[in-house]
């Protein structure tokens, strides 16, 4: 039932984090590797920044759906900040095996690309538009996107 639910999506974001964090592994191997020059150094730090702060309302997801269930305040949070946690874990993983293998850095950053696009389109963006939010779900997806394009133009 409803707890069932919770959990999948607990561990749903858990995992997409995992590819969120290859990103960003992908995007500072490219700094090591030298792609892009200085460029490349604004790209990671873009990059980090802009999903570091969509983490933020997800964390918040995860800790309101354990509330519901029950969960006290400080195992919200505590299993909030853990699928977290699976972020840094995929920039590590992307940056050793991207870093020490440059002829992977464009596969790498087309595979993290295409699970992001997969999991918003498969999984987020259905889930905005249930129950009569249709209208508000477009709009706040079309102001993230002006967002991440003013970012993208003010750090780079």
Known sequence: GASQRAWLMVLAILIHNVPE?????????GTALGVGGGDA???????????GLQNMPEGLIVAMALRTLGQ????????????????????????ALLGSLPAFYPIGLAVAAGAM??????????ETHRNGFEGMASVTLMAGFIFMLMLDASLG
């Open 21 to 29: 964090g290859l990103a960003v592994g992908a995007a500072y191997a």
């Open 41 to 51: 150094v604004n790209a990671g730090a873009s990059l980090a920044l802009a999903i």
């Open 72 to 95: 006290s305040a400080g195992t919200s949070w505590a299993v909030a900040a853990l699928s977290g946690l699976a972020e840094p874990f995929g920039a590590i993983v992307g940056l």
């Open 117 to 126: 696009i997969f999991v918003v389109s498969h999984e987020i963006i259905p």
